[in-house]
């Protein structure tokens, strides 16, 4: 059985592109048929693993441009990982949602029904902010997984997305399950972070999960690569990061 995961809240910057990403490579070591729909008009994820520019966008298959099995390419390294790509320079997505997708709002919700015959995983990755478009994908997924940074204002921030949330669900007639958060980039030593994780798991409403601040992050995604299988001069992702990635994978797909 298929499952479709977006990884959400409306702020910018708490590691959206880069949880998604490593979770997809996460579930494609794993042997699982996996496929990345790129849903933010900036095309991060894209840029990300793709070195070719590709022919054809996620935006060019809703707006019946071409077919999907046309637009959606293989990603290196990992034989099991697909991206319905969207290219964030000259890419079409973001006009797209602001003039055609308030006609069709399922429209990403059909595409993930097509996709899921063929994938076993299919990971969305929104831009920041809950406009038509975010609004879109999230009611095309099973279940939403909040990241959040360990910052003042955090706890607002996901108390205002669970407000939200609540809203569209009962608009759109959506059963999306909201139960996981992230406090990414978590440093142990810092005492503001222990205490946002503490705040985060006393309310009782969510399992929550940690994944450590690591420099290798950003330099996978400055080389183009798979953050697991990458090194620099001989070493990889720390053994916490590496841990916290296999524990969320399996919360989340089992
Ligand atoms: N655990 C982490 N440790 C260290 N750096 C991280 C971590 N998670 C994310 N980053 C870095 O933080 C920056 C922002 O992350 P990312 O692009 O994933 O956020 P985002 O929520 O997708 O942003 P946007 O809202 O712009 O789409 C990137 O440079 C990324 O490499
Ligand atoms: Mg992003």
């Not at 809240?9 to 070591?29: D, Y």
């Not at 997924?141 to 990241?147: A, Q, R």
């Not at 399950?177 to 205490?195: C, G, L, V």
């Amino acid at each position: 059985m298929s499952k479709t995961v977006a990884f959400h809240l409306q702020k910018g910057g708490v590691g959206k592109t880069t949880i998604s990403g490593t979770l997809a490579c996460q579930s494609a070591l794993e042997g699982h048929k996996t496929l990345i729909l790129d849903c933010d008009p900036q095309g991060n994820l894209s840029s990300w693993f793709l070195k070719e520019p590709p022919k054809f966008e996620l935006s060019d298959v809703l707006q019946g441009r071409c077919y999907v099995g046309n637009a959606i390419v293989a990603a290196p390294e990992l034989e099991n990982l697909s991206i319905l790509p969207t290219f964030g320079i000259g890419g079409t997505l973001k006009n797209y949602s602001e003039t055609k997708l308030s006609e069709e709002p399922f429209i990403l919700q059909d595409l993930v029904k097509e996709v899921s015959e063929e994938y076993e995983h299919i990971i969305l990755d929104l831009s920041p902010g809950l406009g038509r478009l975010e609004r879109s994908a999230l009611i095309a997924s099973d279940e939403i997984v909040t990241p959040m940074t360990p910052e003042v204002f955090s706890l607002d921030g996901l108390e205002i997305f669970i407000d939200e949330l609540a809203k569209l669900k009962k608009n759109m007639r959506a059963s999306v399950k909201h139960n996981k958060i992230i406090i990414n980039s978590y440093d142990e030593r810092i005492r503001q972070h222990r205490d946002i994780f503490s705040a985060a798991e006393s309310s009782g409403r969510f399992l929550v999960y940690r994944i450590p601040v690591d420099p290798l992050f950003r330099k996978a995604q400055e080389a183009g690569r798979v953050p697991q299988l990458y090194k620099v001069r001989g070493r990889g992702m720390k053994a916490a990061t590496q841990q916290a990635i296999m524990d969320l994978d399996s919360s989340i797909w089992r």
